[in-house]
């Protein structure tokens, strides 16, 4: 599950658990399920990782043992997506007539343009349409703070250079920090217009200093080649097929967070550690199995029912995404409704709490809910847009519904371990699931509601679009995921898939810019925006609210 988190009220009833002959068997297959999937020889089923590979070949065969056969002639749906930036080969930065070793004395900030610039410098003084040199460091104290936050530093004062006709930026440390910065491939800045490096405390004694100390006119040239790096995760899919109308889609993702790579856990530690995401999302994954037999036994005929293990849940929900709207292209219009399960493996012995999410994506919904339930205290949150891959479905007009156990210490951690799963109380947890998709089977398709999206998490502003950016979008502009009733966005006429490229006079390179762009407006100000939509410039006139 990504980082939100869900504030539900709790709806009480009586609390009873029972356990038969089947249960016994059935916790069995689960407890087997989730000891695979969160082992350490999966490492963490990192998105695009060879521990990821396994996990799927390991819910495809169990898939195939319950013959239950493959969505559309495939289990395995990949999908490409960009993720971080990389140094090419091609980048060279030379100081005088010696190249510097790229990472080893000097290397490109990843917001650099991957452009050419030279000149003959004399550090700290900035002459425009030259390559300025400048420290950057203050003092030796700054220098020696570990709390110093150098990429932004670098990053505010390259732009301000840019802006003042400077044609490249070499950064140097000129005080030997004891925490020099290093290149972040997942730098979330926006890259500038202007080539900008940074060369280590060695190589600037030793090639920009005399060896008398005085600092004279150096020759800079930078070539800098960076490109974004392209990863590859693989969504499962299987497939009952009963010739209907309608299919009815459950979901659960399968990746989890590797060693801690990608800036997502909650891990305090120094050494990496495998995280081996037992609960989030082992948990869901082996439900989704079990249950896809269970549909299978039953013989749930009034709806087709297409099971899907996403993958790059952790990093935006980019699997589920990539689902919707580029591999199979699935119309809405065809999709009956949503369930995914997300954290379903810890249910609290004392509480019994189990959070119901997407409660307001249909009428239906509250209908269910509300008839006896002995075996949970049910937290309602009605929102469609949540902390995971429900999200992509509701902002394609699917109802939804997302059940969910609760976070709890190991959340994003190493020790989210599958000897921590409450197996009874995860498969009570199934059986509930299970009897609103038995339930549903007997009913017509349920009526999609818009429902009022969820401001946790959310920076504040003087004002707003009432957009759901696509944060997983890495080209120009900012793509448009889905748009709020009754707000600026939806009463210019701004629509899911647009790509929002300027506000007023303010170009939208990406969601910092955007940000930026949004602090400059007032409540009640008119204004323009410009989108792309299907490869053309589209102006719209725009108002916020007052």
Not at 437 to 464: M, Y
Request: proline fraction near 4%; glycine fraction near 10%.
């Amino acid at each position: 599950m990504s980082i939100w988190f869900l504030l539900p009220g709790l709806v009480c009833t009586q609390l009873a658990f029972s356990q038969s002959k089947a249960d016994k068997k059935i916790i069995k297959q689960v407890q087997a399920d989730i000891y695979y999937l969160a082992s350490d020889s999966l490492e963490g089923r990192r998105t695009g990782s060879e521990g990821e590979r396994k996990a799927g070949d390991y819910i495809i065969s169990r898939y195939e043992a319950q013959k239950i056969p493959a969505y559309k002639g495939q289990y395995r749906y990949p999908f490409n997506f960009i993720y971080g930036k990389e140094i090419l080969d091609a980048t060279q930065i030379k100081i005088a007539n010696d190249y510097m070793r790229i990472k080893g004395q000097a290397f490109p900030l990843p917001f650099s343009a991957g452009k050419k610039a030279s000149g003959d410098v004399l550090p700290d003084v900035n002459e425009a349409g030259n390559v300025w040199m400048m420290n950057l460091y203050a003092s030796q104290d700054e220098a020696n703070d570990p709390h110093f936050d150098a990429e932004k530093m670098m990053y505010d004062r390259a732009k301000d250079a840019a802006a003042h006709g400077a044609k490249g930026v070499l950064f140097y440390d000129g005080y030997g920090s004891k925490y020099p910065p290093t290149f972040n491939p997942l730098s979330t800045n926006e890259s500038l217009d202007i080539p900008v490096a940074f060369l280590t405390f060695n190589a600037y004694d030793d090639y920009v200093l005399s060896r008398d100390k005085n600092i004279s006119n150096v020759l800079v040239e930078l070539n800098i080649a960076i490109k974004k790096s392209e990863r590859t995760g693989t969504n499962i899919a299987a497939y009952i097929d009963n010739k209907a109308p309608l299919t009815v889609v459950i979901g659960a993702h399968y990746d989890h967070l590797g060693y801690g790579e990608d800036g997502n856990s909650l891990y305090a530690g120094k050494d990496p550690q495998i995280h081996n995401g037992a609960d989030d999302n082992a948990s869901g994954t082996a439900a989704l199995i079990e249950m896809a037999g269970w549909i299978k036994k039953k013989h749930l005929k009034h709806y087709n029912y297409l099971f899907i293990d996403f993958s790059g849940e952790e990093l935006g929900l980019l699997g589920s995404k990539a689902f919707i709207k580029e591999q199979q292209g699935i119309d809405s219009a065809h999709i009956a409704y949503m369930i995914n399960m997300d954290m379903v493996g810890r249910l609290n012995d004392s509480t019994h709490a189990l959070t119901v999410g997407g409660v307001g994506t249909s009428p239906v919904w509250g209908k269910l809910l509300a008839k006896p339930n002995k075996n949970f205290r049910i937290g309602i949150d009605s929102a469609g847009v949540g902390p995971s891959d429900h999200t992509s479905f509701y902002l394609a007009n699917i109802p939804v519904l997302f059940f969910f156990t609760g976070t709890h210490k190991d959340y994003h951690k190493p020790s989210d371990d599958a000897d921590k799963i409450n197996y009874n109380g995860e498969v009570a947890v199934m059986h509930y699931v299970y009897s609103f998709v038995q339930a549903l089977d007997k009913l017509p398709r349920p009526a999609f509601t818009r429902t009022k999206q969820s401001t946790v998490g959310r920076v504040n502003f003087k004002v707003t679009l009432g957009i759901m950016p696509d944060y997983s979008y890495q080209e120009i502009g900012v793509r448009v995921d889905g748009v709020s009733d009754g707000r600026p966005a939806m009463n210019a006429g701004i629509k899911g898939g647009d790509i929002i490229i300027q506000l007023g006079d303010h170009k939208i390179a990406g969601m910092q810019s955007y940000m930026e762009a949004l602090s400059k407006f007032n409540k009640g100000d008119n204004t323009k925006v410009t989108v792309l939509r299907n490869g053309q410039q589209v102006e719209l006139p725009l108002q916020f609210d007052k």
